[in-house]
């Protein structure tokens, strides 16, 4: 029993089954478990054939997940099998009541937070769309010509819809302040946003610097706030942190405005 609960204490709960080396989806995880302080294993990243291991867990999971990101959860067994759970969203959904990340006690504002934060995923998969716009098995060299019309509407039209539709939830939002997209303290809403605004300026900075100023209260306040959050902040200087690279978001600068 002494063994068991001091196992159940260094042990973390959850398991994030991601690819190895890039933020890619598995962030959005990452981030809601960093901001609570919650201990979980990175399994790609921590463990010795880990990126082994992920793909034995998600294709043995019942269902199996068609693709990572996907959470196990240990004392979690179903129907005999370890608890896995697939799809960004999904998992987001399943952690934010548990992590403290949704407002409490209302139960229709945990949909407002999973709708923005499914909007913030759409927009991850729009910015990803640009550089393979026709096939995601095939090089972005490939399906350049498609991929330069794709970041010409993206640019133009697409970020400018997006940053403004967020601009307006912030506003809307009295006693966020401009900092939290509902109620008055942080949701995974907020998180996933967050990342998904770093990695959009990452790719697209020019189109970025050109419009920010438009959007005063995301560009600024929202940004700012979670830069500043106390344990985000020290996740964010971590060697925890994976730098953007060749993943979802990709600066190619031919694509920008
Ligand atoms: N809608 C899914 C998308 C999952 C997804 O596209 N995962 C990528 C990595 S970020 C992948 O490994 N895809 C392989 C594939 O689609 O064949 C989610 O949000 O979890």
Redesign the pocket.
Known sequence: MALRQKKQRTEPKYELLY?PEIP??GEYIRLVFEATGIPYTDVSNQEKNGYQKVLNLITEANPPAF???ALLVHGGDYHGKPLVIS???NILLYLGPKLGLVPEGDEIAKYHVNGLAMTA?DFCNEAHDVHHPID?EQYYEQQKEEAMKKGKAFTKRRIPKFFGYFETVLKANKEGNGMYLVGKSLTYADTTLWQVLEGIEFAFPKTVAKISKTYPLLSSNFRQNIREHKRLKEYLSSDRRLPFSMG?FRHYPELDA
């Open positions: 690819h890619g989806r693709a990572p990101p799809q960004t969203s995923l995601i979802i």
